[in-house]
Every structure is written in C-alpha cells, then in structure tokens.
C-alpha cells in the first residue's frame, strides 16, 4: 500500500509565503524532486572522470596535482551493445516478476526483503556518497587525507621476502629475497613457455616430446606458486568518517521511514550506480536510449505494471516529496520519481563527461591529468539543460493530466538530441560518434593485435619471396640440365 506522511517540509512559515505570494505549494514539492536528480547526476558524472588516453599521466610538479591522480580508475561494469540491446527485456522480466509477486503475495513481506537489501548495501552506498563529497571538499580547501591500499594476494611469498620485511630508516636490508622472487619468477615464464598447452597428436605419440612435457611439469611443481591479486581497495580517511554516516541514516530509515532519509539512501544508489555503470561509446548510449524509451511507454501506458510496482512499494527504489494537503486528499500525497529515471540517463550523460574532457585533452595533447583542472564542458552542460527541461515537461503534464507520465518518454530525447545538436553544430560529429572507451587492458590488447597483423604480411611475403626464390633455383637447375 502506498503510505502517505505528513507534510514536515516546507513548513507552514514557507506554506504562508507562498500563498501570500499567490504560488502554489506543490511546486516546492516539484522543485525537491528536481533538485534532488540534477545533483545526484552532477555528482555522479563527475564522480567517473578519470585520466583520459589523451592526457599525459598526472604530474607532481602540476599546481593542480592531487596524489588521487595517480590512483588507477575504480572496476567498473561495462555495457556494450549487446548488453544495450538486453537492458529493456531483463528489466521488465524484473519489473513483472516484482508485480506478479505484489499479486500473489502481501507486499509486506517483499517490503521486508527489499528494506533488508537496501539495509545491508545502504551503509556502504551512503558511505560512498559522504566520503566522495569529504574527498570533493579536502581538495577545495587544500586538505590532506590518509589513503591505504589494501591488496588481496594469493600465494604471497612470504618466504622469498621474509628478508625483505626488515626495514632501517625506510629501506630494506637487504634486496637478495626480493631478487630470488624475480628470479624464480621468470624462471617459471621461461618454462610456461616451453609447455605445450595444446599439443597434436603426433606430439603426444612421441617419446621424447612426452617425456620433456613431464620434465617441465616437474621443474614447475618445484617452483614456488605465483602470487595472484585477488581484490584491491583504495581507502581514505574519508571513507572511514563516512561509514558510521551511513550506518545512521540506514538504522533511521529503518526505524522511521521518513521521506528525507529515504531520499538520502535512494539518492546514494543511484551515485553509486552511476560509477559502477558505463556505456563505452554513443553508439551504445543511443541503443539502451531507444529501448528503454520503448520499455518506458510501454510499461506506463500499456499496463499498471511499473504504476503498481511503484506506488505499493516504501522502498528507496525512488526520491519522493510531500505534497501539502488538499480537500481531495487532507492528509496530503507523495510526488515520486524513479531512480531508473535518474541513473539511465546519468549513465549517458557521464559519458557526455567523459568525453568532453577527451575531447579537452585531445585538443591540448601536452596537459598532464589533474582532476582539478577545469574544462569545457559543452556536451554535457547542453544534456544536462535538457534533461532539466524534460523533467520539468514531465511534471507539468503528470500535473496538469493528473495522470503518472512515463519520464524517458521525455527525457531520452531529450537527452539524446541534445548531444546530436551539440555535435553537428560544433562540427564534432565523427569525433563524437568515433569516440570508445577502453580500458588499460583492452588497449594493450589492442595494441598486440595490431602489432600481429602488421607483422603477419610482412611474414607472408617473406615466405613467398623464399618460395619463388626457391622456385627459380629449380627452374635454373633444370635449365642447365
């Protein structure tokens, strides 16, 4: 059942204001709601910057230089096309599971599971949220922060570097354990290389071939095992301060359900959301657009399947706000909107980020990275406008029509024309639609590839040249025969 709370804010002082000023109250509630997403998606854009492939690496030296720059950018889950393509389907698989769970059992109980979830995860999502805006504000003011780096190891060599921990004045005693790991290290390469992972059957007939496989194994097992990274954190003060923050507003939720601390949860998800997901060029950005504007319409208008989901619910799976009390509804109602409406499009508008500070560095190959340098930002500053202004257009008629409107219905065009404009009238088209992120790794094996296919032709017509020189030799020796 939807549950309507009573009208905390804005008080009856801004209540009378407003009437005095023949305003009326609800557009406070209104504003809440779009305030509220536009920074949720300000901060989150901004939360995913991080050294673009066009930028020189950060540099001590730089009056902007925070030592957070050197830090490598945070995992992140990387949705293609394919993933872009799936993202209507498997959410709606969720949304009428969730709907026809509503049915059949008392959404009670689903209440209960989901505020348990939101429980568990809340205190690190909050946490997240509080420590980014502590970070944001130590790097206005010149503050410095503690920052650990907590790295999961498999197979440590504890052994090889038991030496090694012996420290005098910062350094080690002595480097002989530290050059025995390396040793053996590249030992261990060196014979990887030689097994044959996949051999052929001729190979596995032969004797020798056998017994040299069995040789290398053995001199393998005898090695010490490789240390593996399993997981690493990189943990500030901050992040430490945050923590009981979260675990707060969470027990308060908890216990009182109030509509502010609801907010602040909610609102917390969607920024963490918002780092964790990315779409790596405009050409995928443009897919889930189209598809979750279909998914959107279809949902809303088609069925009370997303309606139902949303209003039965007291879950922070969106940002509310009190509307004041009317004669139809003395108690007063809830506006609401969906953080799907918040993290869908600040997943391509982050990119719009992203791109413009590419787009900054490509035009200034020489900078180093700084995350305090300021850049143009046009791309982004124009999709943002115009998600406001699709927001504002979605409330005006979900106002007026007293009808629950589909919000992408409105902000994916929005959002999406919006760069298409921005582009064609920069002359920036190719640049932008060309542009791909990837990550460190995808670009070194990149790079290989490249590397392999150039040197492959050159091998091919090395080859043919010794074919046709060995061809002449024969037709020569025929000739003098």
């Known amino acids: ?98 709907y026809l769970l509503i049915k059949r059992l008392s959404a009670k109980y689903i209440e209960m599971f989901f505020n348990a979830y939101f429980a568990i995860f809340g205190v690190f999502a909050v946490a997240k ?16 922060l503690t920052r650990w780096k907590i790295t999961v190891v498999e197979n440590p060599p504890w052994e090889g570097l038991e030496d090694a921990k012996n420290t005098d004045n910062g350094e080690h005693k002595t480097k002989e354990s530290i050059n025995s790991v390396s040793t053996k290290s590249a030992e261990r390469e060196e014979l990887m290389n030689q097994l044959v992972k ?11 071939f056998v017994y040299n496989q069995y040789k290398i194994s053995s001199q393998l097992s005898k090695l010490p095992p490789v240390p593996e990274e399993v997981a690493k954190w990189h943990i500030s003060s901050s992040d430490i301060l945050a923590f009981p923050v979260g675990l707060a507003i969470v027990i308060g939720n908890w216990y009182t359900q109030n509509w502010i601390l609801g907010n602040i949860l909610g609102a917390s998800f969607a920024f963490a959301s918002i780092q964790i997901l990315m779409i790596d060029s405009f050409k995928t950005g443009y897919i889930m657009l189209s598809g979750l504007f279909l998914y959107d319409i279809f949902f809303v ?10 209003t039965s619910l007291t879950v922070p799976i969106k940002l509310t706000a009190p509307r004041p009390a009317t004669a139809s509804s003395p108690k007063g109602s809830n506006a609401m909107l969906g953080l799907g409406d918040i993290i869908v499009p600040a997943i391509f508008l982050s990119l719009c980020l992203r791109f413009d500070l590419w787009n900054f560095h490509r035009k200034n190959p020489n900078l180093a990275y700084a995350s305090a340098r300021k850049f143009p930002k046009p791309f982004f500053n124009m999709a943002l406008l115009l998600y406001a202004l699709a927001l504002i257009t979605t409330i005006a008629i979900m106002h007026l029509f007293k009808t629950a409107q589909p919000a992408l219905l409105y902000l994916c065009p929005g959002i999406g024309g919006a760069v298409i404009v921005t582009a ?3 002359n920036e088209w190719s640049i932008m639609w060309g542009y791909k992120e990837e990550s460190e790794e ?13 040197e492959k032709p050159a091998a091919e017509c090395e080859s043919e040249s010794e074919t046709k020189s060995s061809n002449e030799q024969v037709v020569d020796g025929l000739d003098k025969s």
Do not use: W
Request: some cysteine; charged content about 20%; glycine content about 4%.
């Open 129 to 144: 949220s509080f420590g980014s805006a502590l970070k944001a504000i130590a790097k206005r003011t010149g503050t410095s």
């Open 198 to 208: 996949k051999p052929t059957l001729r190979q596995m007939l032969s004797p020798s």
């Open 442 to 454: 995808e670009k070194q094996e990149r790079l290989k590839e490249k590397k392999q296919k150039e």
């Open 424 to 426: 064609v009238v920069r």
């Open 1 to 98: 059942m939807s549950q309507n709370l009573p009208l905390s804010i804005p008080s009856s002082y801004i209540l009378e204001f407003l009437e005095q000023h023949h305003v009326d109250p609800v557009l406070l509630t209104y504003s809440v709601l779009l305030f509220s997403a536009v920074v949720v998606i300000y901060c989150g854009s901004h939360a995913t910057l991080h050294r673009p492939n066009t930028a020189l690496p950060a540099d001590p030296t730089d009056p902007k230089f925070d030592p957070a720059d050197l830090s490598p950018p945070s995992s992140r889950e990387k949705l293609m096309e394919e993933d872009a393509y799936l993202m209507p389907v498997l959410g709606g698989i969720m949304l009428v599971g969730m």
């Open 301 to 310: 208008f088609g069925t009370d399947v997303m309606v139902t989901v949303a």
